[in-house]
């Protein structure tokens, strides 16, 4: 059974930072559309940034693009998102995913899961508040 753990949330003032951590364990981490979504309450979740595991290509969402950074750990099947000049927009839960397929490119799938949470392993999130 794939499990998907997030950690790292928090509280922080407006321009500070934090780092999100994904942990996958019971499935094949390599070669997949591993990513960070976020959603705030009465909201429509969003995709916030992708990484193919493995070969490492990214894609960002505009919203935070120059901000956010997500990297992968393989040696620990974890994927990271750091998380700078934080603003008070970016308070959300903040959920990690792994797809279930074989998507490609992740720019697509993140998008798609987005909107249609079926066929990805999710987390249960993890809160970012920022105050501004």
């Known amino acids: 059974q794939v499990q998907v753990v997030e950690s790292g949330g928090g509280s922080v003032q407006a321009g500070g930072s934090l780092r999100l951590s994904c942990a996958v364990s019971g499935d094949t981490y390599r070669s997949k559309c591993m990513g960070w979504f976020r959603q705030s309450p009465g909201e429509a979740r969003e995709g916030v940034a992708s990484?193919?595991?493995?070969?490492?290509?990214?894609y960002y969402a505009d919203s935070v693009k120059g901000r956010f950074t997500i990297s992968q750990d393989n040696a620990k099947n974890t994927v990271y998102l750091q998380m700078t000049d934080l603003k008070s927009e970016d308070t959300a839960m903040y959920y990690c995913a792994a797809d279930q397929g074989s998507s490609w490119p992740c720019a697509g799938w993140l998008r798609r899961a987005a909107a249609d949470l079926r066929d990805n392993d999710w987390g249960l999130g993890t809160q970012v508040t920022v105050s501004s």
């Open positions: 990484i193919y595991t493995g070969a490492g290509s990214t």
